[in-house]
């Protein structure tokens, strides 16, 4: 299928994710009850902020070590110290950004809108490539190799340094998908993808197909109706990842042996987060249901952040952190959910689901405000 009909349909899909998230936020959508004042049970201090432009693009930041990359929506590319906030680089490419951004600490991977896919370090341009489609997932830096995950469901690899292109995987799958970044990450040596509603594991040398295991099934009697993409951000821990199909299921997948361990109906369409015992995600009405990691048995649920549009959850050891559109941000307890903090943000929606990086957790907004925050 070439470049112009994804293009069509991509954003026919977009509209259609458009169309759900009105269904949940528009008129209809009940009024969230106003909070209380919060008494503090968990400090969370903002350490440091600094500006990146404003981001219109599935943004995904990138923590390595001490080094916290990302991007905004005209082409501006930064890597920051994770401790003070500060530039260690940054270089405007002067092109707009569809998917970003990847990195190992070093290089920078991401891709353009006219379907570049372009590969950074230390501020300078090591290389480009032309892509064949689409791309809204970050690429992923790791091993020497440079991944990408392209609208056409094809899997990519690329080397690192000459930008040779090493291989292509593609799948079949339903003909529409969504605008919005999914699955990309490493498990020991194989590479773990979404391809529709399915966990693929590949061989990162070969692209082979080593197992696949699947989240959710397309139903339905047209594309719209069976428009099946897992969404990021996906959870690892040790050798379970789990992920959630757009608007469907969650479930938890041992990428060890490719296996199914579990899933479970729930409705929402950001990506979820977890530590070795919980696995935390929230609803398109605002509910931030728990369930056990290992079997997908239901821990706790909690409606007080109901019919607020939130971001995805980031858990952390002192609570789950996560933001609502109108700039607050929220730390719940993990034994029940209960509001341990919230305060307010400089700026709306975060853009990109909180991320830990060394001693802190960094949160971009759609306006571009970057903020490096602590739990003590």
């Given at each position: 299928?070439?470049?112009?009909l ?7 899909a ?11 936020s528009?008129s ?16 969370v201090r903002?350490r ?5 432009g404003?981001?219109d693009?599935p ?6 070590a001490?080094?916290?990359a990302?991007?905004n ?13 500060q530039?260690?680089w940054?270089l405007?490419?002067n092109q707009?950004?569809?998917a970003?951004v990847g990195?190992d600490g ?16 230390e501020?300078?341009v ?7 489609a689409?791309?809204f997932?970050a ?6 190799r ?6 056409d469901?094809s899997v990519?690899?690329f080397d690192?340094?000459s930008g040779t292109?090493?291989?292509t995987?593609?799948r079949?799958?339903?003909p529409?998908?969504l605008?919005q970044?999914?699955v990309l990450?490493?498990?020991k040596?194989?590479l773990?993808?979404?391809l529709?509603g ?15 295991s699947?989240?959710a099934?397309p139903?339905g ?8 993409d ?6 690892r ?5 789990c ?7 969650i479930?938890?997948?041992?990428a060890?042996?490719g ?9 929402g369409?950001r990506?979820v ?9 929230a ?16 821990l706790w649920d ?15 050891p ?19 959910g209960?509001?341990l903090?919230?305060?307010?943000l400089d700026?709306?929606?975060?853009a990109?689901?909180?991320?830990p990086?060394g ?6 907004t ?11």
């Amino acid at each position: 299928m070439n470049t112009t009909l994804w293009s069509v349909l991509s954003k026919l899909a977009l509209l259609s994710l458009l169309a759900g998230l009105m269904a949940c936020s528009g008129s209809s959508r009940p009024k969230p009850d106003d909070i209380p004042s919060v008494p503090v049970l968990q400090d969370v201090r903002i350490r440091w902020t600094a500006q990146i432009g404003a981001v219109d693009f599935p943004l995904v930041v990138s923590a390595r070590a001490d080094r916290v990359a990302l991007a905004n929506s005209q082409g501006l590319v930064a890597m920051l110290s994770a401790q003070t906030g500060q530039d260690i680089w940054r270089l405007n490419l002067n092109q707009s950004i569809a998917a970003g951004v990847g990195s190992d600490g070093q290089q920078v991977a991401l891709v353009t809108r006219d379907n570049q896919l372009v590969v950074l370090q230390e501020g300078k341009v090591l290389w480009r490539q032309v892509l064949s489609a689409q791309s809204f997932t970050a690429p992923l830096v790791a091993g020497g190799r440079v991944f990408v995950l392209t609208a056409d469901r094809s899997v990519l690899a690329f080397d690192a340094v000459s930008g040779t292109k090493l291989w292509t995987q593609q799948r079949p799958g339903e003909p529409l998908v969504l605008k919005q970044a999914g699955v990309l990450l490493p498990f020991k040596n194989t590479l773990v993808v979404g391809l529709s509603g399915r966990l693929t594991g590949l061989d990162p040398n070969t692209g082979s197909i080593r197992w696949e295991s699947a989240i959710a099934t397309p139903r339905g009697t047209n594309d719209m109706e069976r428009l099946v993409d897992l969404v990021g951000p996906a959870d690892r821990i040790g050798e379970v990842v789990c992920a959630r199909a757009f608007q469907s299921q969650i479930g938890c997948v041992n990428a060890e042996r490719g296996q199914s361990m579990w899933t479970r109906a729930s409705i929402g369409e950001r990506g979820v987060s977890g530590n070795d015992t919980q696995l935390i995600a929230a609803m398109s009405n605002g509910v931030v249901q728990a369930w056990k990691r290992s079997n997908g048995e239901r821990l706790w649920d909690t409606e007080r952040l109901k019919y607020r549009e939130l971001s995805a959850p980031l858990v952390t050891p002192r609570g789950v952190l996560l933001a609502d559109s109108g700039g607050w941000l929220y730390l719940l307890s993990l034994a029940d959910g209960a509001l341990l903090n919230r305060i307010k943000l400089d700026g709306n929606e975060l853009a990109s689901a909180p991320v830990p990086a060394g001693a802190h957790y960094v949160l971009v907004t759609r306006e571009g405000r970057v903020m490096g925050l602590q739990i003590p």
